[in-house]
């Protein structure tokens, strides 16, 4: 595990080394950093859908500091539990945690963030939060299904949570079959360009 991630994260910072428009080096190599854990990752879970092979075909936009942005956030307390439906069918209840909002070019936006119920009696992730979205290059040059961020309660500061959307990641659903993964709820569907995180998967999907 230890050699893997050396290699993903030396193999990451030299193409993050590549795009002179990068707003600083420490930002740059904070994301190269989180996105070769995130490959490694596939390598040690064992319901992984990828192999070590097929991490060379993830994608990512280069890391760019403007898609890290300060949210504020609004308690929702008096929500009602919700069912997601899932790529697979299935349904997963959630209720919803709270807003965000927040500003990107000069554009207001709003999130729901959520609550997995189910996790909510697991001792190791009660405290998990949930933001998934769609937005307009959903279909295009990313996946289609939308993308996803997550959170513990302890990263909301002074009402305030940082949504580093350079860390946006695909569900397992964008590799291959077999997984129930939300599907971004209407609320969720920005209506602008998130160029960020990850892209869409250019290997083949499996079924």
């Given at each position: 595990?230890?050699?893997?991630?050396?290699?993903?994260?030396?193999?990451?910072?030299?193409?993050?080394?590549?795009?002179?428009?990068?707003?600083?080096?420490?930002?740059?190599?904070e994301i190269a950093r989180h996105r070769a854990e995130y490959k490694a990752d596939f390598l040690t879970d064992p319901r992984s859908p990828l192999t070590v092979a097929d991490t060379?075909?993830?994608?990512f936009f280069p890391p760019n500091i403007a898609f890290r942005v300060p949210a504020r956030f609004e308690r929702t307390p008096q929500a009602a539990p919700i069912e997601l439906p899932t790529y697979s069918g299935q349904k997963r209840d959630y209720v919803q945690f709270g807003l965000l909002k927040f500003e990107l070019n000069g554009?207001?936006?709003t999130l729901n963030i959520y609550q997995n119920l189910r996790l909510l009696k697991d001792s190791t992730y009660h405290d998990h939060l949930f933001l998934p979205f769609n937005d307009l290059t959903s279909g295009a040059s990313t996946y289609g299904g939308g993308r996803y961020l997550d959170f513990k309660q302890r990263d909301i500061r002074d009402?305030?949570?940082?949504?580093?959307?350079?860390?946006?990641?695909?569900?397992?659903?964008?590799?291959?079959?077999g997984f129930n993964c939300p599907i971004p709820p209407a609320a969720?569907?920005?209506?602008?360009?998130?160029?960020?995180g990850e892209k869409s998967f250019k290997g083949e999907h499996k079924h």
């Open positions: 595990m230890k050699y893997t991630l050396s290699f993903l994260l030396v193999s990451v910072v030299r193409l993050y080394s590549c795009y002179g428009q990068t707003a600083d080096t420490g930002f740059a190599l060379s075909f993830l994608d554009q207001a936006q009402g305030i949570l940082v949504l580093d959307f350079n860390k946006c990641y695909n569900p397992w659903c964008a590799f291959s079959d969720n569907h920005l209506e602008i360009s998130m160029e960020a």
